[in-house]
T-cell receptor
Framework: QKEVEQDPGPLSVPEGAIVSLNCTYSNSAFQYFMWYRQYSRKGPELLMYTYSSGNKEDGRFTAQVDKSSKYISLFIRDSQPSDSATYLCAMSDILTGGGNKLTFGTGTQLKVEL | GAGVSQSPRYKVTKRGQDVALRCDPISGHVSLYWYRQALGQGPEFLTYFNYEAQQDKSGLPNDRFSAERPEGSISTLTIQRTEQRDSAMYRC????????????FGPGTRLTVL
């Protein structure tokens, strides 16, 4: 079993829809949680970074962490065609100094249709 | 430079040959990371450096893989006696310092071993 599980999709939604992307994890030591966006043929870029349970909002994006359930989510409101990309969750534990050795999910491919 | 750069962008080699992949991090960034990303998967951690010191090499698959960052800036990932299973995208990332700073990813080197 992988430490981080993520549905690879693909996920196709109409423009303006609310998108929900999720990851589950098994390692209780994970304390830092990130969402990266990766466009085709590009490197991943950081979208959101959280280290506590609860919600964190940034514009149209909301990251949610539930450590008791080992479950994290990324919500995208008013989705746009430009949001079409692969979304990767990533995690790290405090033992590696936080944010160093990242463990990624497989990524969910999202397509927002006009 | 403006971002993390990697060279070459594409490398095709024959089984048994050695390859060296180069990463030039963002100027002034303390930490440098190497990841390997298979098609349809998230990046997989290989190793990382703070300045010139290799802090964690637990992700290197076997002793054919090595990395160095002798002057605390440019890094080289070397794969000796390449095998077909080494074919993947090799990504480099750099980070200014610790804590919650972002890892900025480069465009990657696509390695194909024939």
């Amino acid at each position: 079993q992988k430490e981080v599980e993520q549905d690879p999709g693909p996920l196709s939604v109409p423009e303006g829809a609310i998108v929900s992307l999720n990851c589950t994890y098994s390692n209780s030591a994970f304390q830092y949680f990130m969402w990266y966006r990766q466009y085709s043929r590009k490197g991943p870029e950081l979208l959101m970074y959280t280290y506590s349970s609860g919600n964190k909002e940034d514009g149209r994006f909301t990251a949610q962490v539930d450590k008791s359930s080992k479950y994290i989510s990324l919500f995208i409101r008013d989705s746009q065609p430009s949001d079409s990309a692969t979304y990767l969750c990533a995690m790290s534990d405090i033992l590696t100094g936080g944010g160093n050795k990242l463990t990624f999910g497989t990524g969910t491919q999202l397509k927002v249709e006009l | 430079g403006a971002g993390v750069s990697q060279s070459p962008r594409y490398k095709v080699t024959k089984r048994g040959q050695d390859v060296a992949l180069r990463c030039d991090p963002i100027s002034g960034h303390v930490s440098l990371y190497w990841y390997r990303q298979a098609l349809g998967q998230g990046p997989e951690f290989l190793t990382y450096f703070n300045y010139e010191a290799q802090q964690d090499k637990s992700g290197l698959p076997n002793d054919r893989f090595s990395a160095e960052r002798p002057e605390g800036s440019i890094s080289t990932l070397t794969i000796q006696r390449t095998e077909q299973r080494d074919s993947a995208m090799y990504r480099c990332a750099s980070r200014r310092s610790g804590g919650t700073d972002t890892q900025y990813f480069g465009p990657g080197t696509r390695l194909t071993v024939l």
